[in-house]
């Protein structure tokens, strides 16, 4: 009887600890259905190079805004390199570019957590969740320069060789979003924070900027805090606009 007692608490405790993994994240995951944590596999990630999950992934549209009025904010990650010292973090170059202000950024991506998960929608077991934080140091010399930190989470999946991969096999969903990220951005010498995030195809608590069903659609009152662009391009105002044009301008890049 008592081992029985005994089996049965550290079944208890095992689905508590599982259960709850990852709630230091969970308003920025954003999943077709309820999820629930399974095996932890942090350590599994330590051999691992997770560079390409942030870096020229295949379905790589990352979308951003910040500050209150939700100005658009570009970000591009150009080089990400595991620190052989660290093995769950990754050293990170970048830039920014808020309006014509282009600032390029070093720092690290650090994870914290892993997990497999299940849910009605994905009952295999073999997709999962990572998350950790970031802290992204823009050039002082460049005009309007910062510091990016906060949180993120990226969805994976195991694949048939048993490989860890980024995960866009939801890319066809109509709330499909990875790679999001949620924090703040803090101008060099000043305490004023504005909240900065972004994500791949959607963004992590963009309040009513978000008004897409099918895929991130802004909201005509923010169009002219640097959205105009991206509607026209994606076919978003009635206007008779040149919408190539538009493209050309929105898939241009802007870091080289």
Known sequence: MRLILILIFFSIVS??????????????????SEYKTT?????????????????????ERRLGFIG???????????????????????LVYGKSMVNDNIC?????IRIKESYYFISEDY??????????????????????????TGRFTTNWYKDEIGQLAYNDLWSVSAMY?????????????????????WGDSRIPLSGDLDVGTSEFRPADKYASNGWIIFLI??????????????RKTENRQWWK
Request: one cysteine or more.
């Open 15 to 32: 689905f508590t600890c599982y259960s709850q993994g990852l709630s230091d994240y969970d308003d920025i995951i954003y999943l077709d």
């Open 39 to 59: 095996e932890p596999n942090l350590e599994e990630l330590k051999t691992m190079n997770l560079s390409s999950f942030w870096l020229n992934n295949p379905t």
């Open 68 to 90: 209150k009025n939700y100005l658009r904010l570009h970000i591009k990650f150009l080089s990400i390199i595991k620190n052989p010292f660290e093995p769950f973090e990754y």
């Open 104 to 108: 390029e950024f070093q720092g690290t």
């Open 123 to 148: 009952p295999s077991g073999n997709k999962g969740i990572l998350a950790g934080e970031y802290k992204f140091f823009e050039n002082q010399a460049s005009s309007h320069a910062g510091i990016f």
């Open 177 to 197: 979003n990875n790679n999001q990220f949620a924090g703040t951005w803090t101008e060099y010498g000043s305490d004023k924070h504005l909240i900065a995030n």
């Open 233 to 246: 391009a994606n076919g978003g105002t009635p206007d008779k606009m040149d919408i190539e044009g538009a």
